[in-house]
DNA sequence: TATATTTGTAACCGATCGGTTAAATAACGA
DNA sequence: TCGTTATTTAACCGATCGGTTACAAATATA
């Protein structure tokens, strides 16, 4: 399920996130504790950040650790700059 | 109702109509006689567009041409911008 | 082996989204 | 004035969203 990236930085929490791992590596647990909603709810956003490529998963034992992939916000930037010309 | 700019993008058909009203000034029913929806629902996306400050309205008689106003995207290419250090 | 830890998945819920059709409002043209 | 044109609003609909709790699965540890 190819996801989109415009889609995906549009929820708050989701930005949040990738602000958070774009610092260092977390894994899922680390990210929640920062955030007042439950584990999977974290669980299921980056989820979705992943689905569209921003978000890449390193897994260690039972724990995946979460990297941000910054990349993919070149769709959006691209988009942008288009109309920097005006 | 002040409207987040990252949620009014999030919609492709949001991303074409600023895309079709940055070339040219246009009012609201040639700018839905370009996507196969119905008119409200062209109206409905512009509202939400005009929240976030991306599109302005010039009435004139009757008609209401939609002008974009897209200094707003700096808000995402700024959020973009941070993480370009990386 | 038994237990604790890390995570994902399933089932559900209320709110919001993007769409529709029908009706209301307002301005133009005959 | 009356009909046409441009647009918004209201009421509704199914799908998706972001959240929850409960449970399953897999790995680490005592």
């Known amino acids: 399920m190819r996801r989109d990236v415009f ?6 929490t989701r930005r949040e996130i990738l602000g958070m791992i774009a610092r260092e590596k977390l894994n899922l647990n680390s990210v929640a504790e920062n955030f007042p909603v439950s584990r999977p709810a974290i669980s299921r956003h980056i989820k979705i950040l992943t689905e569209c490529g ?3 998963i390193k897994q260690l034992g039972r724990e995946r650790f979460c990297e941000a992939n910054l990349e993919s916000l070149n769709q959006v930037s691209e988009w942008i700059d288009q109309y920097r010309i005006f």
Do not use: K, R, S
């Open 7 to 12: 889609q995906a930085i549009a929820d708050p």
């Open 54 to 56: 921003l978000v890449t």
